[in-house]
Structures are given as C-alpha cells and as structure tokens.
C-alpha cells in the first residue's frame, strides 16, 4: 500500500469514526435536543466538535488566535479559549488513536456499537477517557459563562468581515456558532449534571466497569 494510499484509508476511516460518535451523542441526548433552549448546543457538539470534519486548520487557528490574545484578556475569556484548546487537541488524540486500532485490526468503516466498543476497550486509557469527560464539563461551563458576557456577541459581529478576510473565518465562525447556543441556555446545569451522568455511565459500560 502506497503512502497516499495509506492516509486515504486513515482519512476514511477517522471521518467514519466521527460520523459514528456524532450519531451516538445524537441518540444519547435526543431528549435534550427535543427542549428548545438545548437544541442548538446539543447539534454544536456533534456538528463542530464531534461532527465527521478535518477540524486541523480550524484547531490550529484556535491555537493561533490563543495565543496572541494571552496578553490582552484575562479571566473567564481566555481560560474558556484555553480549555477548548486543549479538549481539541485531547480528542483529536483519542480519535487518532482509535484510528490507529482499527488499522491494526483491519476494520472498514462500517461500525456499530459493538464494534465501537472493542475498539474503545483496546486503547485501554480509561483514565484519559474520564479526564476527557471532565475537561469536556468544564470547557462548557467556561463557554457558557462568557456567552453571558453580552460583549462578546457584539465583539463576534464586529470582527466577523474582517476575521474571514484575514483567513480567521473558520475560527470565527466556530466561535459564533458556539456563543449562539450557549446564549439560549438557561438552566446550564442540569444540561452539565445530564452530560456528566451519561458520559461517565457508557465510559464505565465500555470498560467494563459498571
């Protein structure tokens, strides 16, 4: 197998495996996305974050645009951009990892939960996994915090030509779409106890340690 070859499969089967974890939030927080103020977030987990997508250049932009506003914001805002930061990076690790296990194993891109699963299970980094979880809580709880800042939306508008034309559109777009759904959240807590609750469970159940 050719080089080329070789990172057309990896491709596949990482957007394969991305479509399959999107699915699964979908089905996992059908209820939540049902309630009018969680719907918006629920579709930006499994659309910007967990959505079949090469995430790289937006993620690097991230990084980027992190670390050239470290000297000028402070508090909630630039800790929010840090945590998203490093959730981006921790689960494009875990997904790569994975990937790296259904190549081992000869696996296509056709995956069910059992499948899934036994692929989950041979990575055996259940404490990178509960870590995840936990980061993933609190990067939702920063975002949530500074879409309350009513700056900000103003701030997103403002800069939005100018963000594109610079090669910022992806980064600003993802931003914006975020701070739109946090912004119709009300009860962020019950949405976060919910997400930890379920999270924690199938993390359990797949490392057979429920």
Known sequence: M????????????LRALQAFQAQRIRATYADLYEQPQYTKLVEFFFEEIYG?????????????????????????????????VELNDLTETLDELMVDKMVEQGLGVDLDMEIYGAIYRSCDNYDQRAYQISLM????????????MWMIGLTLKAVN???????????????????EAFRNVKNIDH???????????????????D
């Open 191 to 209: 949405f976060l106890q919910t997400v930890e609750t379920r999270e924690k469970a199938l993390n359990n159940r797949l490392f057979g340690r």
């Open 52 to 84: 079949p997508r090469d995430f790289g250049v937006r993620n690097e932009g991230i990084k980027v645009l992190h670390q050239k506003l470290r000297g000028l914001l402070k508090g909630e805002i630039i800790e929010s951009m840090g945590k998203v």
């Open 2 to 13: 050719t080089p080329d070859s070789k990172n057309s499969r990896r491709a596949a089967l």
């Open 137 to 148: 809580l609190k990067a939702t709880k920063h975002i949530y915090a500074v879409s309350r």
């Open 161 to 179: 030509t100018a963000a594109h034309l610079a090669g910022y559109g992806k980064i600003i777009d993802f931003l914006s779409h975020g701070y």
